[in-house]
T-cell receptor, first 108, second 114 residues
Framework: AQRVTQPEKLLSVFKGAPVELKCNYSYSGSPELFWYVQYSRQRLQLLLRHISRESIKGFTADLNKGETSFHLKKPFAQEEDSAMYYCALTTGRRALTFGSGTRLQVQP | NAGVMQNPRHLVRRRGQEARLRCSPMKGHSHVYWYRQLPEEGLKFMVYLQKENIIDESGMPKERFSAEFPKEGPSILRIQQVVRGDSAAYFC????????????FGQGTRLTVV
């Protein structure tokens, strides 16, 4: 069965510092990976997906099949980036498997 | 388009009562997914439905839980004889019929069983 691991419950950085939120997955096939974000009092929303290879709000994530990782990175954190971040995968059956989430706190 | 609408936002039930959670998908979306989030945990898939069909209920507890998505009206997640362990946030997401498209989430229903 597939599994998504986000080892950090909380990541606290200062404004302008680089950010890396870790995500590792286990699945024997070729999953599709996503990052979702939930800002305070807002609904969960898609941040980016690996197949589109986009940079959204300065965030990027590269799928590393050798390390089975999909870490989320941003070179310079902003205060408005403070939120819960969830890594997720789907295996083609459409439903998502989520990690437990990492709370990012960006301090001024 | 108002987005995925869930109601109620908060629901309090006594042990043994029934809980009904509603989800209205985005206009034009025919796929609905229900997820449960326990405290300090990620969202866990429960069930995937299309109009009048349950496609995948592999994450649904075998007893007391049921879901439907009728031809008309919202999708309903029903929990009978609730217990304290059912207290959680329940999220609904919807997507259109096209494969590999984004799922849009509702704001969730927070169920508290007292």
């Amino acid at each position: 069965a597939q599994r998504v691991t986000q080892p950090e419950k909380l990541l606290s950085v200062f404004k302008g510092a680089p950010v890396e939120l870790k995500c590792n997955y286990s699945y024997s096939g070729s999953p599709e990976l996503f990052w979702y974000v939930q800002y305070s009092r807002q609904r969960l929303q898609l941040l980016l997906r690996h197949i589109s290879r986009e940079s959204i709000k300065g965030f990027t994530a590269d799928l590393n099949k050798g390390e089975t990782s999909f870490h989320l990175k941003k070179p310079f954190a902003q205060e408005e980036d403070s939120a819960m971040y969830y890594c997720a995968l789907t295996t083609g059956r459409r439903a998502l498997t989520f990690g437990s989430g990492t709370r990012l706190q960006v301090q001024p | 388009n108002a987005g995925v609408m869930q109601n109620p936002r908060h629901l309090v039930r006594r042990r043994g009562q029934e809980a009904r959670l509603r989800c209205s998908p985005m206009k034009g979306h025919s796929h609905v997914y229900w997820y449960r989030q326990l405290p300090e945990e990620g969202l866990k898939f429960m069930v995937y439905l299309q109009k009048e069909n349950i496609i995948d209920e592999s994450g649904m507890p075998k007893e007391r839980f049921s879901a439907e998505f009728p031809k008309e009206g919202p999708s309903i997640l029903r929990i009978q004889q609730v217990v304290r362990g059912d207290s959680a946030a329940y999220f609904c997401a919807s997507s259109p019929i096209v494969e590999n498209t984004e799922a849009f989430f509702g704001q969730g229903t927070r169920l508290t069983v007292v």
